[in-house]
């Protein structure tokens, strides 16, 4: 009995290296669960935030971290940070975090806006300029 134990174990020692390491890294639902709430709730998710908020490792709070974003539960914003695609929190009186993120949205949103009525300007200023002055001249100032 003693040889065939000796041998099990030995064979298992052997064909461990060869099991695929993706089980390994798998997600429990208790955990993704938390950390979905927690990224809505706060409407932003890091790995060192999952960390802190949830008292894990290293390993299991970025792979956390993988499963939001491959879940689209959070996705990366304008200023970098992942935001959370579906906020508890957005009919809520604003938070610090939300108002930055508003006002940063408006001012891309107001350059373009700007960029657009200068270039409309600028061709309005051009067809003035071009109808007012013989095509002889245009060339040569050219």
């Keep these: 009995m003693k040889r065939r134990t000796f041998l099990t174990t030995l064979s298992a020692l052997v064909a461990a290296p060869a099991l695929p390491t993706a089980a390994a890294s798998t997600v429990s639902a208790k955990h993704l669960a938390t950390a979905k709430m927690l990224a809505r709730c706060h409407d932003r998710a890091s790995p060192e935030m999952l960390k802190r908020l949830m008292q894990l490792d290293t390993q299991t709070a970025t792979n956390i971290y993988?499963?939001?974003q491959n879940q689209n539960i959070v996705t990366s914003g304008l200023d970098g940070i992942a935001r959370a695609t579906n906020p508890l929190n957005s009919?809520?009186?604003t938070n610090e975090a939300t108002a930055a993120r508003r006002l940063l949205e408006s001012s891309f949103e107001l350059k373009n806006r700007l960029q657009?009525?200068?270039?409309?300007?600028w061709d309005e200023i051009e067809a003035e300029t071009n109808e007012g002055t013989p095509p002889e001249q245009i060339d040569a100032a050219n």
Excluded at 116 to 121: D, P, T
Aim: hydrophobic share 40%.
């Design 66 to 68: 993988q499963a939001l």
């Design 91 to 93: 009919n809520c009186v």
């Design 116 to 121: 657009r009525f200068a270039k409309r300007k």
